[in-house]
């Protein structure tokens, strides 16, 4: 069966050094018959997880889904599909067709904060407490986390479960020092200010690692997102 090499947007920088993902680059092979058994499987498409169980299907060696940061998952399941049902996307915007070639995305830039880590942990001062965080990146493992408290809280608060605050209690690592996850969860629910909790949601947006999924329609400067809808894996619907 083929392989490929495929590089990680994070280079690998955020995970441990005994981590496989340290390399910065991951191994797959090429999509065969079982994995689209896996694509069509109602099971997984019906809770979600269709999408983790075709990546760990195709990766060569000791690497977990659930380890990879979710920018570098992203770049797998673009180079996946790439591998599988050949580079060119089509999808329609403005009530027209569009063509991409998915090898001509970029990995997005990083900054220089992001360039000069060692793991995954971030310093910020916030701008208006001035108290000082760490915070991370969020891998699949904590996203499946997230979600399970969520579909919690759903279910014991009628006005809807508090999306933004449950994820910064996962992404915020500790409190002027303070790693204590129940100090960290009472700082979230009462004291964090609206505009240091706008300042930690844009930080991690400029240092998160991703493929750059935006492409330029004719007549815009201005990139607008690719739509990733079924037929990205499903290209025959």
Do not use: C
Not at 172 to 183: F, Q, R
């Amino acid at each position: 069966m083929p392989t490929e090499e495929v590089t990680l947007p994070s280079g690998g920088k955020l995970y441990p050094q005994e981590s496989p993902l340290s390399s910065g680059k991951v191994e797959v092979k090429y999509m065969s018959a079982r994995e689209e058994d896996i694509l069509s499987n109602q099971s997984y498409i019906e809770n979600g997880t269709v999408l983790d169980k075709l990546i760990q299907s195709v990766i060569i060696g000791d690497v977990k889904v659930d380890d990879l940061l979710i920018g570098d998952k992203n770049a797998l399941m673009v180079a996946i599909r790439a591998l599988g049902y050949g580079s060119d996307y089509t999808f329609q915007y403005g009530g027209e067709d569009h063509t991409i070639d998915l090898t001509t995305l970029l990995p997005k830039e990083l900054s220089d904060d992001f360039k000069k880590a060692t793991e995954n942990e971030f310093t910020l001062t916030l701008p208006k407490s001035e108290n000082t965080i760490t915070f991370k990146l969020l891998t699949g493992a904590d996203e499946k986390k997230i979600e399970q408290e969520l579909k919690g809280l759903k279910k014991i608060i009628k006005e809807g479960a508090p999306t933004v605050t449950t994820r910064l209690k996962y992404q915020i690592t500790s409190i002027n020092g303070d790693k204590e996850s129940k100090s960290i969860r009472e700082f979230v629910e009462k004291y964090l200010l609206a505009q240091d909790s706008r300042a930690i949601r844009e930080a991690i947006r400029n240092l998160t690692p991703d493929i750059d999924l935006k492409f330029y329609p004719e007549g815009r400067e201005e990139g607008v997102d690719i739509p990733i809808g079924i037929s990205f894996f499903w290209p025959d619907i």
